[in-house]
C-alpha cells in the first residue's frame, strides 16, 4: 500500500548552520531507508546541495537543488518541478526542504499543502534553527522573513548555545511569546538536530490560513552554457539583500593559501564556496566573520556565493580571484 513521505522543513535566517544540521540529520538516519533534500538557495549558482552530497559516504541520500531565491517564486513551478522530479526519482522515505536563509516558509507550506501533493507528502514538524544572539540586533528582529521563520515552526530551536550568555535563551522564549508563538524551544550545537524533533506535532493545518507576501522576483533560469573565458557570473536581489555568484570551470586552479586570506577579509555577511587548489578541494564558509574550511572529494567545478547588503563592497572579488588562479 502507498504511504505518504514524512516531510520536514528545515529553516532558518542566513548562517545559523541549517545546512550543517541538515549533514548531521543525513549522517545519523536510519542505514536502511532512502533520503531526498530539496534545497533552495537565495544566490544563482548553487553550492549547498553540492556540499551535502559530497558529505554523503553512505547510499540513500538524493539531492535537488532550486537556485534563485524563493521556492514559491513563479507560483511555485521551479519548486514543483524540482520536488516532483525529486520524488520520482528517490522515491524516499523522509523529504528534508531546506528553504534559503532569506526565503518565507509560510508560502513553501502552501506549495506542499496544494491538491496534488497532499495525498503524496505527510508535512510534519517545521523546525527553526536560530542564533538567540541576533536578538539584540534590529536588522534581525525587524526583518519580516526572520520572524516569519519563528512564527511558522513547530519547534525553535537555539543554535550555537556553547556561544550565548545566560540569559539569550531565556530572552528567545520571551520573543517569540511577542510574535504569538507557542512553539517549544529546544537548542544544540553544531547541528546535531535529534531525529526525534523530525516526527514532532505540526501545526501546518492553522499555519497556512495566515496571511503573508512579500516582494520577490519571478524568475527560472535555466542553466547558462559555459563562455570561453571559462567562468560567470549570476546575480540576484531580494529583501534587501543582494547576491553575487561566480563559477569557474575545473580548468582552473587556485592558490589555496592565497585563497584563505582573500576570503578571510571578503565584506560579505555571507560566504559560501568550493574550490579546486593546488593543495586539493576545499569548500569555505563564512558567517558571522567567521572562515571555516573543509576538504572535499571532488567537485565538477569551482563556485563561490557572497551575500549581503552592500554589493559595491565585493566588485572587485572577480578579479583578486582571477588573479590567484592558473588555467590549465
Known sequence: MFSQIPTNIITGFLGVG??????????????????????NEFG????????????????????REVPGGCMCCAAGIP????????????????????????????????VLQQPHYRDVLDLRSTITLVDARKLADSRYTGNETFNQQLQVADLVVAHKTDLYTATETEQL?????TLGSDA??????????????????SKHDRVTDTESSHQHHDHFQTDEPMPDCGYLRKDNSGEGYYSSGWIFSA?????????????????????????????GIFAFNLADAVLKVQALDEVMDSRIEVIGQQ??????????????????
Open 18 to 39: 541549517k545546512t550543517t544540521a541538515i549533514q548531521y540529520l543525513l549522517n545519523h538516519k536510519p542505514a536502511h531507508e532512502r533520503w531526498a533534500v530539496l534545497v
Open 173 to 177: 522564549t520571551e520573543y517569540l511569546q
Open 184 to 201: 517549544p524551544v529546544l537548542s544544540c550545537n553544531e547541528g546535531q538536530l535529534s531525529l526525534q524533533w523530525l516526527d514532532a506535532d
Open 251 to 279: 580548468e582552473f586552479e587556485f592558490s589555496f593559501t592565497a585563497l584563505e586570506t582573500l576570503l578571510m577579509g571578503v565584506p560579505a555577511e555571507r560566504l559560501k564556496a568550493v574550490f579546486i587548489t593546488d593543495e
Open 44 to 63: 544563482e549558482v548553487g553550492i549547498d546541495a553540492g556540499l551535502l552530497a559530497n558529505e554523503q559516504q553512505a547510499t540513500g541520500v538524493f539531492m
Open 79 to 110: 519548486m514543483q518541478v524540482a520536488l516532483s522530479q525529486l520524488i520520482r526519482q528517490a522515491k524516499p522515505d523522509r523529504l528534508l526542504i531546506e528553504p534559503t536563509g532569506l526565503g518565507h516558509p509560510l508560502e513553501v507550506v502552501r
Open 311 to 328: 554589493p559595491a563592497e565585493w566588485s572587485e572579488l572577480e578579479q583578486q580571484l582571477l588573479a590567484i588562479t592558473v588555467r590549465y
